[in-house]
């Protein structure tokens, strides 16, 4: 009787706990379920299953592309799936369909994921160009691991190292001249601002609200210059005041930079409704003092003085504890931006963090040439190579842009000293032109 | 990940209630007989095949070869967007390719040729080959052949591809990476290669 | 079914002298069998032959089974291909989904089968086969089942919900194989054992099908 008793008890409790395992199974937070580690890419946004994957359906294409092809369309993608729609590659892509992202981009398999989040053999160029040196004798004895973790080539984007560009931006070239980086002319959406500038008495908050120190710092700011009032943020659009406006607020001006942030791994969590990102989340080394931040436009923009400066290497270097970061102090590119702080470099001549990884782009809006910041810190950092055109080759030889950035070494010591490697592809190019 | 819809297993399934929903419906209305005003897979071939070259050649002409040869306005550049440069006519040609294969399945075209500056581009399947081979001894006959690729089964058109402009034989005969240096004005450098797709 | 050593003597005293007399007049060792060597020792009758015969078999495919399943615990994860060139059987097995799918309905298969054997235990009619030969067949079943576990996983545990599912699986397996290698008098503990293995099973199985469907 007794074991009746314990066998019914026992049945009761299974039952019970499997419906609630089907509560939790279409509940928020499903990452008990998750099949293994999600890549450092998409680890951010793994609570939101629904951001990529459709019930019963699987992996969507048109979620990679949601957030992904804008940045490959312009990267003139070198293997698009317009490249394979062909019939004449049916049997090859029945092999392995390199339409589908997922087809070398699987996610949640730590155990096969590689450099860049490819889960096929290192030397996957070969199913298809392993007859390379038949056309390349220059190629002869490279390994197939090696075509896109060189320096040489990238499955994506090419911009900086197809061939006709190594040899137009080869031919001796001075490995570093001194420039400057284009100045911003930032594009404010909405209504155009009129109004002229606006001093501490100009200050429109209510009495209560009304902190001298916040106000002096916003009088001194780029907003008070432009004519932003206090309620123009804390009142926008006839709203109650409030003292802390939502940080989307910031948005309704700063459009661009914040559609960018939300690309990158800084906001990414916002733009999929995740409560926004911390460093604690991280997963490359933050600094112990500033884990429990979380990253809104004021984390790094004060809200009132909106110091772009601070936000270009402080704001960084408060939270980034990585080797690279930390020898940012050291490098040859602080010392220009030091230069350029103290007035005795040229304006735009100082190389901050968010030179490179938060660059000025040139964007055609409404057919005007717009020089905005791009907030999307990941744009043109995975792969490195990403950052030849847009950001080296404003000071450097294309040759030492490619050597620095396949320099592992380099990087971490923050490109202080030369690239100890040369990765030959302009040579090869240029050899290939004079006797082809 | 896992795309369970996809598994052959799932496909034969539905493929077999629908089958069983169609008897039950008592067959498709639709007869084997081509009706009035169908249009046979090769006129439809021929059809695109001059729009197409009409197109291009237009293109080759009217904008390349004036713009750039005559009135030396702008430059055709193999790296148009790097160089401010107009598309060649066989890129435009390409990316009009490309932009349909993302539309549909239906039908697709090609340029392809015995001496391509893209290696990716040579004959591949036997009707590529034997319709090359057929259009370089007689360029005015188009070949015409029946493929079945992966599992679908196509409809395939081989036309000669004509040097129509002195822009088309300069480039190629001046690529570091094409295999010939002596096309002339009316060659056939290739094939334009037009599949219909015969089976749903 | 529950005899005890009481009613046992009592039988011994009223004459039985062999586990069959035993069995007839008690019931006892009529269900799994596993006691037949104690109940013969109590009987101070000899263990058959034929019952050597079958527990050697028994043991073979429970060292086999506790065996596969310390080696997919502990062992390194089978490596895949380097090279796209040497991709083999085992690289489509783990790589291609619809190869994972068929594995894992394999082993599912596998468990559903060894899983009907505790059926010939409750379930009370005539059975056709000695009761021995099945639990070989179920040791055998559950082999199987480790082997399809190699191809479905590559020897990899997994992480979260997955591990679970695959501790459970191998725990239930060793348990299950060393309650057949125990000496009878501790059978009953590895019995145990295995079962609590088993139990949480069903409900792990169902969500990993269930998540790998609906992801």
């Known amino acids: 009787m007794r074991r009746n008793r314990l066998a019914f008890v026992w049945t009761v409790a299974t039952v019970a706990a499997g419906l609630c395992l089907i509560a939790y199974f279409f509940g928020r937070d499903r990452r008990l379920f998750l099949p293994g580690e999600t890549t450092s890419g998409h680890y951010q946004i793994e609570r939101a299953c629904d951001a990529c994957h459709a019930p019963f359906q699987g992996i969507r294409q048109d979620a990679c592309l949601a957030c992904h092809q804008a940045d490959l369309q312009a990267a003139e993608d070198s293997h698009g799936p317009e490249k394979f729609n062909d019939p004449r590659y049916a049997e090859d892509l029945a092999r392995l369909d390199a339409r589908q992202c997922i087809a070398c ?99 429109d908050s209510p009495p209560a609200s009304s902190r001298p120190d916040l106000i002096a710092a916003w009088a001194n700011s780029a907003h008070a210059a ?66 429990n931040e979380t990253l809104d436009c004021g984390t790094c923009h004060d809200v009132h003085t909106v110091n772009v400066r601070e936000a270009a290497v402080d704001a960084c270097l408060s939270c980034h504890a990585d080797e690279h970061s930390a020898a940012y102090a050291d490098s040859p590119h602080a010392r220009l931006w030091e230069r350029e702080m103290s007035g005795e470099g040229d304006k735009g001549s100082g190389v901050s963090c968010a030179s490179c990884h938060l660059p000025r782009e040139e964007r055609r809006i409404a057919g005007d040439l717009r020089i905005a910041v791009q907030h999307n810190q990941n744009e043109n950092l995975r792969p490195n190579e990403k950052m030849i055109r847009e950001v080296c080759m404003t000071c450097h030889s294309l040759a030492l842009s490619i050597d620095a950035l396949a320099d592992k070494e380099n990087i971490r010591t923050n490109f202080f000293g030369m690239p100890s490697g040369h990765v030959q592809s302009i040579d090869m190019a240029l050899t290939r032109t004079e006797h082809p | 990940m896992i795309r369970l819809r996809s598994t052959p297993c799932l496909r034969l399934i539905a493929a077999g209630i ?13 007869s084997d007989q081509p009706e009035a005003g169908n249009i046979s897979p090769q006129i439809m071939a021929d059809a695109l095949h001059a729009v197409l070259e009409s197109d291009r050649t237009v293109y080759a002409r009217q904008v390349v070869h004036r713009l750039q040869d005559q009135e030396e306005v702008i430059l055709a550049s193999e790296h148009w967007q790097d160089e401010k440069a107009l598309p060649l006519p066989a890129q435009m040609f390409r990316m009009g390719a490309e932009m349909v294969a993302n539309k549909t399945d239906a039908f697709s075209y090609a340029l392809i040729s015995k001496w391509p500056v893209n290696k990716q581009n040579e004959p591949g399947t036997e009707a590529e080959i034997a319709g090359l081979d057929s259009v370089a001894n007689n360029p005015s006959a188009a070949f015409y052949a029946r493929e079945s690729l992966g599992d679908a089964e196509y409809f395939t058109a081989v036309y000669a591809d004509i040097a129509v402009s002195p822009a088309c034989i300069a480039c190629h005969n001046a690529h570091k990476d094409s295999p010939r240096d002596d096309f002339e004005l009316g060659d056939a450098m290739g094939g334009v290669v037009i599949r219909i797709l015969l089976t749903e | 079914m529950e005899i005890t050593r009481g009613a046992l003597d009592a039988a011994i005293a009223q004459g039985c002298a062999s586990v069959e007399a035993l069995a007839e007049s008690t019931g006892a060792s009529t269900v799994c069998g596993s006691c037949k060597p104690l109940l013969a020792e109590l009987t101070g009758s000899a263990p058959a032959p034929a019952e050597d015969q079958k527990r050697a078999g028994l043991l073979v495919t429970a060292a086999i089974a506790v065996a596969l399943a310390l080696a997919i615990a502990f062992g390194p994860p089978i490596p895949l291909a380097d090279s796209v060139l040497d991709q083999g059987i085992g690289d489509t097995l783990r790589r291609d989904s619809g190869w994972r799918w068929s594995t894992g309905f394999i082993l599912l298969g596998c468990a559903l089968i060894a899983a009907g054997f505790s059926l010939r235990k409750r379930w009370k009619r005539a059975w056709w086969g000695n009761i021995a030969w099945w639990r070989i067949g179920h040791g055998a079943v559950g082999v199987l089942a480790l082997i399809a576990l190699v191809a479905h996983t590559g020897l990899h545990i997994g992480s979260g919900w997955n591990r679970m599912l695959t501790i459970s699986f191998l725990a239930a397996s060793a348990f299950g194989g060393a309650a057949a290698g125990m000496a009878p008098q501790r059978t009953r503990l590895g019995f145990w054992l295995h079962v609590l293995s088993v139990w949480p099973l069903p409900i792990l199985i169902f969500f990993h099908i269930l998540a790998a469907w609906y992801f």
């Open chain 1, 105 to 203: 981009h699987a996610e949640h398999r730590p155990e096969i994921t590689g450099a860049m989040g490819v889960t096929l053999p290192e030397d996957f160029c070969r199913s298809c160009h392993g007859d390379v040196t038949e056309e390349r004798p220059t190629h002869e004895g490279m390994a197939f691991d090696s075509c896109g973790s060189a320096g040489c080539h990238n499955y994506h984007d090419n911009r900086a190292l197809y061939e006709d560009f190594l040899v137009r931006h080869g031919e001796a070239q001075p490995a570093t001249v001194a420039a400057a980086w284009p100045q911003r002319n930032a594009w404010i959406s909405g209504e155009t601002r009129d109004a002229g500038p606006l001093g501490a008495g100009d200050a």
């Open chain 1, 226 to 291: 432009g004519g932003v009032a206090c309620s123009d943020c804390h009142a926008a659009a006839d709203a109650p005041w409030s003292d802390r406006p939502p940080r989307a607020m910031c948005s309704a001006c700063h459009e661009l930079e914040y559609q960018g942030f939300t690309e990158g791994k800084h906001g990414m969590r916002l733009a999929v409704d995740l409560d926004p990102m911390s460093p604690a989340m991280a997963r490359l080394p933050m600094h112990p003092e500033a884990l």
């Open chain 2, 18 to 30: 629908f089958a069983i929903g169609l008897a039950c419906c008592g067959g498709p209305s639709t």
